[in-house]
């Protein structure tokens, strides 16, 4: 599991650690951490030019300790320093005992012109806001420069970026590779920064024991996700591996029943029932399916219930999701499920409830607009498990999954914008009801679907469509499943 800590977090285990350690030994850490990316970076057989934007901080100190490290080496490197009074003392004195140059911002232009590689030490963990002005402009002349300019290397987080929430305010620099430091930030990995942020690699400072049990952000990785899913003991049957049951679709939208269906089937329950109109395409297409005309609560006994995708917005739909609401076992509410559900509705639930907004969803839901929720995916996720006092998994570039009462925000790591393709999330609903009855507790449930559909959407041959993403289910299963047994025979 990857682990993602607030600057709060990581300020006090530094405090614990620095205390433990002679003055600039964490500074040194993080500096040869940081020249050795670097120096990974750069060609090799002919004169290398780095470019170092300093800022006024120790992230800026971080920048000029590693670009001593790389002068020594045989590097150019020339540190622009946004504010010449203010730079880190020590790691200006070493940059310039190792032979490395200074200039002030207004020769940016030239020496970012010559760089192989530029070393973002503008701000870290101490950055508010928006960049200002001088840093502004260093971040727009690199942008102008695009493909053509040079890699950059980010001193723990993109300078701009904001490491909890993952929001961005105005310019920001745009890293090639992060080098982050101790611990792993919220916001390198939730857009829009973590899109600013490029690869992110974490150098161990030796924070780890100081740090928390409890992260604030959480990415589950292969092996968590083999561990969790389910799978047929000797003694199961279909039943005992839990009964999924899917109301969705409609006249209008058959389509939308066979893809949640689908979906369910690669969920590790048993069976699927299915209720509601589009009955005779579902068993079209999954003759395995337990299928009925009428409403959800007639339709036989189920562990989890799915509800929404396609179901329309008449009068029969809401009498559907009512109906569903009423179950005492956990439901999962996706798509036209989600218009107008009514707060006090979903609390007074007894059994879990799992929302899978879009943003545009869950911007319907608070009120709200979509620009709002993309620009502050961690707020908004948050904002509505607590509203709804429910599991929230948020759609979109980067899937968000929150529990109300707090704990660690699950972020989904297989996410591919291929699978901006319509149907994908009615898949995902299936999917992710179909852990439910399988008996995982609803933030894994989520999380490991989120995580199953990333995956097949990724194995999909390209253009993945929802039905490719479905039929690539099992392959994903095989991977995880293979890889675990081969770890635990070695
Ligand atoms: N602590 C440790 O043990 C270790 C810490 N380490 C490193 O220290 C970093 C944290 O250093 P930090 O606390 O000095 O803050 P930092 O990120 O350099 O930024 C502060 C400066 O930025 C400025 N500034 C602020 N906002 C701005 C904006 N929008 N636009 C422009 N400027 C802005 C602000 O200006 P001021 O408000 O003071 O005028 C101030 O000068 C951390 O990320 C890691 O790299 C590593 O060495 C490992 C050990
Ligand atoms: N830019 C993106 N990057 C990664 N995944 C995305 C992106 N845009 C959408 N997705 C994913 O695609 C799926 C689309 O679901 P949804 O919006 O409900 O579509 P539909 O209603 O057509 O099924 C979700 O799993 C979502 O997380
Ligand atoms: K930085």
């Not at 850490?29 to 670097?38: K, S």
């Not at 857009?191 to 992110?200: I, L, S, W, Y």
């Not at 109300?404 to 994908?424: D, E, F, I, R, Y």
Request: proline share 7%.
């Amino acid at each position: 599991m990857r682990s993602a800590y607030r600057v709060e977090t990581v300020r006090a285990a530094e405090r614990v650690l620095l205390a433990s350690l002679p003055e600039g030994a964490l500074m040194a850490r993080a500096a040869a951490g940081l020249a050795a990316a670097c120096a990974r970076l750069l060609p090799g057989g002919r004169p290398r030019r780095v470019a170092l934007l300093v800022g006024s901080g120790d992230n800026g100190g971080d920048a000029l300790f590693a670009g001593a490290r790389l002068a020594r080496r045989g590097v150019g490197v020339t540190a622009l320093l946004l504010n010449p009074e203010r730079a880190h003392p020590a790691g200006l004195a070493a940059l310039r005992a190792a032979g490395g140059r200074t200039a002030g911002a207004d020769a940016a232009e030239g020496v970012l012109g010559r760089a192989d590689l530029v070393v973002d030490g503008i701000t870290g963990i101490g950055g508010r806001g928006g960049l200002r002005p001088g840093a502004a402009e260093l971040a727009e002349l690199l942008d102008r420069a695009g493909e053509e300019g040079p890699p950059v290397v980010a001193v723990d987080l993109p300078s701009g970026v904001d490491a909890d929430t993952g929001e961005v305010h105005g310019a920001a620099l745009r890293a090639t590779l992060t080098v982050t430091f101790g611990a792993c930030k919220p916001g390198l990995l939730v857009d829009p920064a973590r899109e600013f942020a490029g690869e992110v690699r974490l150098v161990d400072i030796g924070l780890r024991p100081e740090l928390p049990a409890e992260p604030d952000l959480v990415a589950l990785e292969a092996a968590d996700v083999a561990a969790l899913l389910p799978r047929p003991a000797a003694e199961s049957d279909k039943y005992r591996r839990g009964v999924v049951g899917v109301a969705a679709g409609s006249e209008r939208y058959p389509g939308a029943a066979v893809l949640a269906v689908g979906g369910a089937l690669c969920g590790g329950a048993g069976a699927v029932r299915y209720a509601g109109p589009a009955g005779a395409g579902v068993l079209a297409r999954y003759p395995e399916t337990l299928v009925s005309a009428g409403p959800p609560s007639r339709a036989g006994r189920v562990q989890s219930w799915v509800v929404g995708p396609g179901v329309g917005d008449d009068p029969n739909a809401r009498a559907t999701v009512d109906d569903v609401l009423a179950a005492e076992v956990p439901v999962l509410i996706d798509a036209d499920g989600l218009r107008g559900l009514d707060p006090e509705r979903v609390r007074a639930r007894r059994a879990a409830t799992v929302l899978t907004p879009h943003a545009g969803e869950a911007a319907a839901l608070l009120g709200g607009d979509r620009a709002g929720v993309e620009a502050s995916r961690l707020g908004s996720v948050r904002k509505l498990a607590e509203r709804f006092g429910a599991v929230v998994l948020l759609k979109g570039s980067t899937t968000l999954i929150a529990a109300p009462g707090g704990g660690p925000v699950h972020v989904n790591p297989t996410g591919t914008p291929w699978l901006a393709t319509a149907g994908s999330g009615d898949v995902l609903s299936g999917l992710v009801g179909s852990l439910l009855a399988a008996g995982l507790a609803p933030v894994q449930a989520a999380a490991t679907g989120a995580y199953l559909h990333g995956l097949a959407g990724r194995l999909a041959p390209t253009p993945a469509t929802a039905t490719t993403v479905t039929a690539a289910l099992p392959e994903v299963w095989d991977q995880l499943l293979s890889a675990t047994e081969v770890s635990s025979e070695g």
